[in-house]
């Protein structure tokens, strides 16, 4: 699968501190793809230096297999929609008006604009002045403007940002859409996990400014299996037990972890306790839940 | 063209418009208070005396207006942050670029209807000197070219602080400080930007200690000063242009 974006040693320095910091991004295409990190990681500085809105230290970012410079940057992101950080728009002029002002730069014809305002269900609402628009519509609004002229490539800060949860739901939905309906590559960044597992086929974790993590989601889920965690009266002997067996275990807070069995070989290991007078006092499956790993790949776990 | 149009568009329901002809209006009111029962001497300056006294009065009121329009042209992207939706459309030198003309078509709108007032009030008031077309149309144009380069001062604060108290204090202030040197020697007005509707007026006054009597004359052009005022707005706009262009959103 060719890449939609690649960075290559991709950094950025705010006087002596690094925003980002060496980034290997790849974004296939015809997916979404989450870039998933806690707040002030680097996402946004990432995703404007990918359009071209901040200067880049040093690292090159190709987008479309081409590399990005001053010259060709602004023919590369004719193809590419974003949306950073919060929704841009003119107050004082309707959310028609708003989208005639980015279709003219684009060069774009007057139907382009109904298209996009059904596609963000505006339509009833687009001689209304953006200014008295709700939260919710200010952010179709704005995704409205990312959609015109069906861009390749979509970059989306934080698109839910403030968002109730129909509304979540609502722009969810339309993010999800996108590759299938459309064709279109979407990269949407988060700080919440539950936000991307919902909509992301690939992922990548920023946690100060480097990225922890790059694949696709279901590797990611792979890493939270379920493990037996056994406490007994003697673990040293129950581990020597299950080690007979071929079980690898680990001691971890007075517990043995061992890998999920079925429960036939488990009660057979319990009936081998038993034998050697090992008393076995707590039983429990314990799963690694996706918020652990992130907390763990991120290093917040040790902060919080 | 296209990127000038669309700042138009932009304006469209702003009614910048409102500002600039209430200040115009408030310098109308003047003009006609300053012009009301004059006499005979009066009138055979009248054009003259209009020349001189509206490049006095300009020095105060231009970069106001200068200054609230470039603050209203370019709040609005401040307050939409729209910069960032824009700069991935469009290169920020043509932004820069647009926003410019599009003040400096409403500042030269000012200057015209302001010499169009002064051919009304003459024949209102029936000024008796010859009519100095070429006096008038230099006015125009030296009124015109000291805002734009006032504007250019002012489009580079509004556009680089989200926070438009800033340009508005140095517009206010620098149409006070204008005020003040010209009571300056001609020296230190040419370093005060905002003096130079003063230093490039073609209209001197004569006093006369001894008669007591002041006389007005027109002068040759003071080419040295237009000089060194294109210096100035050349070297404004383009460290302008190159620190917008190269700000990060």
Wanted: hydrophobic fraction near 45%; proline fraction near 3%.
């Amino acid at each position: 699968m060719a890449n939609m974006i690649t960075t290559s040693g991709l950094c950025k320095r705010y006087g002596a501190a690094m925003g980002v910091k060496d980034l290997d991004l790849a974004v296939p295409e015809g997916v979404i793809y989450g870039f998933l990190g806690p707040n002030g990681a680097g996402k946004s500085t990432t995703m404007k230096m990918i359009l071209g809105l901040a200067k880049p230290t040093c690292g090159t970012i190709t987008v479309f297999d081409k590399q990005v410079n001053r010259k060709n940057r602004l023919a590369i992101l004719k193809e590419t929609g974003s949306l950073i950080e919060s929704p841009s728009f003119y107050t004082h002029l309707t959310g028609k008006e708003n989208l005639k002002i980015i279709s003219t730069l684009k060069e774009l014809p007057d139907n382009e604009i109904d298209r996009v305002l059904k596609l963000v269900r505006l339509e009833d609402q687009k001689n209304k002045k953006a200014g008295q628009y709700s939260l919710g519509m200010k952010q179709r609004l704005g995704l409205a403007g990312a959609l015109l002229g069906n861009p390749r490539l979509l970059v989306l800060d934080e698109p839910t940002n403030g968002l109730d949860p129909a509304g979540i739901q609502e722009i969810r939905e339309l993010i999800c859409s996108l590759p299938h309906s459309f064709g279109i590559t979407v990269m949407v960044s988060s700080h919440l996990l539950s936000e991307i597992d919902q909509m992301a086929g690939h992922i990548g974790v920023i946690s100060g400014g480097e990225l922890v993590f790059q694949d696709r989601l279901s590797v990611l889920h792979d890493r939270s299996e379920s493990r037996i965690a056994i406490r007994t009266l003697d673990n040293k002997a129950a581990r020597s037990v299950l080690n007979s067996q071929g079980i690898v275990c680990q001691e971890e807070g007075g517990c043995l972890l061992i890998p999920k069995l079925s429960d036939h070989l488990l009660a057979g290991y319990f009936l081998q306790f038993l034998k050697e007078d090992i008393g076995v006092v707590r039983i429990e499956e314990r799963k690694k839940t996706l918020e652990d790993i992130f907390l763990e790949l991120t290093g917040m776990a040790v902060k919080l | 063209m296209r990127a000038i149009l669309l700042e138009f568009r932009k304006i469209r329901g702003r009614k910048i418009w409102v500002t600039i002809a209430a200040l115009f209006g408030v310098q109308c009111l003047w003009g006609m208070w300053a012009f009301r029962d004059m006499s005979a001497k009066e009138l055979s300056q009248g054009y003259i005396q209009c020349l001189y006294r509206f490049s006095v009065f300009n020095t105060i009121m231009m970069p106001m207006i200068a200054a609230i329009t470039a603050s209203r042209i370019c709040d609005l992207e401040h307050k939409g942050q729209t910069f960032k939706l824009l700069l991935t459309a469009m290169p920020a030198g043509v932004l820069y670029d647009a926003k410019f003309i599009c003040a400096s078509l409403h500042m030269a709108a000012v200057g015209a209807a302001q010499a169009i007032f002064i051919i009304v009030m003459g024949k209102a008031a029936g000024f008796t000197e010859p009519f100095p077309l070429d006096h008038l149309f230099y006015y125009l144009i030296t009124t015109t070219f000291v805002t734009v380069t006032i504007l250019a001062l002012q489009q580079v604060f509004s556009l680089l602080f989200s926070n438009q108290m800033v340009p508005l204090v140095i517009g206010i202030t620098g149409s006070f400080a204008g005020l003040f040197s010209l009571f300056l020697p001609p020296g230190i007005q040419k370093g005060v930007l905002w003096s130079y509707y003063g230093v490039l007026t073609q209209v001197k006054m004569n006093w006369d200690s001894e008669t007591k009597i002041v006389d007005l004359q027109y002068i040759p052009v003071d080419w040295s000063g237009y000089l060194l005022l294109a210096g100035a707005f050349a070297a404004i706009y383009l460290t302008g242009r190159w620190c917008f262009t190269r700000k990060e959103r």
